[in-house]
């Protein structure tokens, strides 16, 4: 009996990539998804809840939540700002290749 070789997900994605639409879009989530993450992290460095982070910039908890998230395609430039200053941090972008 011959034996099927299972694919892994780096495979499959390595793959997948080869796909210039799914490659498209695959990057514009993994940036949305590591920009939350950078959120997270800043967020609990700077030892606040989603609720007192909120509370500094006046939003609601959900809103934190939502940009914390995957799904944060609302975000904007303004909304970075007000955390960055609630923070004591500055807002670094870069456009890289």
Same mark, same amino acid.
């Given at each position: 009996m011959k034996k099927m070789k299972t694919r892994n997900f780096q495979d499959r994605l390595k793959e997948e990539l080869k796909n210039k639409n799914f490659a498209a879009e695959f990057k514009k989530e993994y940036d949305?998804?590591?920009l939350g993450i950078a959120l997270v992290e800043l967020r609990a460095a700077k030892g606040l809840s989603q609720q007192q982070l909120a509370k500094k910039i006046h939003t609601s908890q959900q809103? /934190? *939540?939502r940009l914390e998230s995957a799904e944060n395609a609302g975000c904007? /430039? *303004?909304t970075?700002?007000?955390i960055a200053e609630a923070t004591g941090t500055h807002l670094k972008l870069s456009f890289t290749k």
């Amino acid at each position: 009996m011959k034996k099927m070789k299972t694919r892994n997900f780096q495979d499959r994605l390595k793959e997948e990539l080869k796909n210039k639409n799914f490659a498209a879009e695959f990057k514009k989530e993994y940036d949305l998804a590591k920009l939350g993450i950078a959120l997270v992290e800043l967020r609990a460095a700077k030892g606040l809840s989603q609720q007192q982070l909120a509370k500094k910039i006046h939003t609601s908890q959900q809103a /934190i *939540s939502r940009l914390e998230s995957a799904e944060n395609a609302g975000c904007n /430039i *303004s909304t970075l700002i007000k955390i960055a200053e609630a923070t004591g941090t500055h807002l670094k972008l870069s456009f890289t290749k």
